[in-house]
């Protein structure tokens, strides 16, 4: 099992692009979120999704869009980005799992960096 | 919304010590509190959770505290070691609310040989 798995790793954007952040698990989990770390700060929820088809703002969602494609997959947009966005982004999902922890444990992805200049 | 805040930012210890990391929650409604470690440049992971229903878990060299009535809960890590150097971070969630996460704002753990 992969667990959480997120692309690109990396971004360099000017601002006013756009770009989309991927977002895939395969674990079989209902839940998925998307969080923003700035450094030297925890992680701020951006948006979640409680199951397929659903999706819903967190704690900074201006500025974002989010896509639950299917169960595994869960997309975050930035329609035109700002250095304000300049940030590192974690999935992560959460649901019944054969893995260490329980139902509520969020597991997360390896991040992306992006810088937006 | 929940505000949970963490204490201290910072803490330096000797190897061999004891570590202590404590957090405070706003929402009385909150019901899980887990902790995550993050290694530099690495994806946070967990390390232990708790739920209000009980009031201590150990796991090993980590213990996590929790007093509902005073809405605090701690991190204790005995006998540190320098790979237990990294960032910790406390959480609370609402079950109930899609068990959104709020964190505190992390301590930056060093463990000194």
């Known amino acids: 099992n992969a667990g959480v798995t997120q692309t690109p790793k990396f971004q360099v954007l000017k601002t006013g692009q756009s770009m989309t952040l991927q977002c895939a698990q395969d674990m079989n989990h209902n839940s998925m979120y998307w969080y923003r770390q700035d450094p030297g700060m925890g992680l701020r929820l951006i948006y979640y999704?409680?199951?397929?088809?659903?999706?819903d703002k967190g704690e900074v969602p201006n500025g974002y869009n989010v896509s639950r494609l299917n169960k595994r997959e869960f997309s975050l947009r930035l329609e035109s980005a700002a250095p304000s966005q300049t940030s590192v982004y974690f999935c992560a999902s959460s649901g019944p799992s054969s893995r260490r922890g329980s139902r509520d444990t969020q597991y997360f992805g390896p991040g992306t960096r992006l810088t937006v200049l | 919304g929940e505000n949970v805040e963490q204490h201290p930012s910072t803490l330096s210890v000797q190897e061999g010590d004891s570590a202590v990391i404590k957090c405070t929650y706003s929402d009385s409604a909150s019901n899980y509190f887990p902790w995550y470690k993050q290694e530099l440049g690495k994806r946070p992971q967990l390390i232990i959770d708790?739920?209000?229903?009980?009031g201590e878990k150990k796991d090993q060299r980590i213990a996590v505290t929790l007093n509902k009535t005073a809405k605090h809960f701690s991190l204790h890590i005995t006998e540190t070691q320098p790979e237990d150097s990294a960032v910790y971070f406390c959480a609370a969630s609402i079950k109930a609310a899609g068990n959104k996460l709020t964190f505190g704002g992390g301590t930056r753990v060093l463990v000194k040989p």
């Open positions: 708790i739920r209000s229903n009980v």
């Open positions: 999704s409680a199951s397929e088809g659903t999706t």
